[in-house]
């Protein structure tokens, strides 16, 4: 006589139940772990640029004239997730923003800075809070 051997179907069901569980609390966790890592992309480009405009407004005493091609505050290109431009450039302001790019998961989101150091979360996604200072979000939450 044989003994049995192997798993029953109860056995089989609990296990696939308790992947499936840990499956829903993981995944959602991990994209927005994943939506926090690429915010980083905009937020650190938007320093970087913050870094060259205060160089060319040494250089020229003025930020007319800064984003542009071949001076030593050019905008940054190449980026994944988003796209850096400059506006309200004059004598002594600038304001430069990270738009998230159309069609991506970042599409929604929208970051600023200006010569004052200011960081503005200008647009986030639905499901997000937007801060209630002046700071760059982060979180779903609103923290920044």
Same mark, same amino acid.
């Given at each position: 006589m044989r003994s049995a051997t192997g798993f029953t179907l109860i056995e089989v069901m609990i296990t696939v139940a308790i992947v499936a569980i840990l499956a829903a609390v993981a995944i959602p966790s991990y994209t927005d772990y994943i939506t926090r890592s690429k915010?980083?992309?905009a937020t650190s480009a938007l320093l970087a640029q913050r870094?060259?405009?205060?160089q060319y407004f040494q250089d020229q005493r003025t930020y007319v004239g800064a984003c542009a091609a071949g001076t030593v505050a050019p905008l940054p290109a190449g980026l994944k997730y988003f796209t850096v431009g400059c506006s309200n450039?004059? $004598?002594?302001t600038y304001t430069?923003?990270? %738009?998230?790019?159309? *069609? $991506?998961?970042m599409a929604l989101f929208?970051? %600023?800075?200006?010569? *004052?150091?200011?960081?503005?979360?200008?647009g986030v996604p639905p499901g997000w809070t937007p801060p209630a200072?002046?700071?760059?979000?982060?979180?779903k939450s609103g923290t920044c």
């Open positions: 915010i980083q992309e870094t060259k405009m205060e450039l004059s $004598s002594t430069v923003t990270a %738009t998230g790019i159309a *069609g $991506s998961d929208s970051f %600023t800075i200006d010569q *004052g150091n200011n960081r503005v979360t200008a200072t002046n700071c760059w979000v982060m979180r």
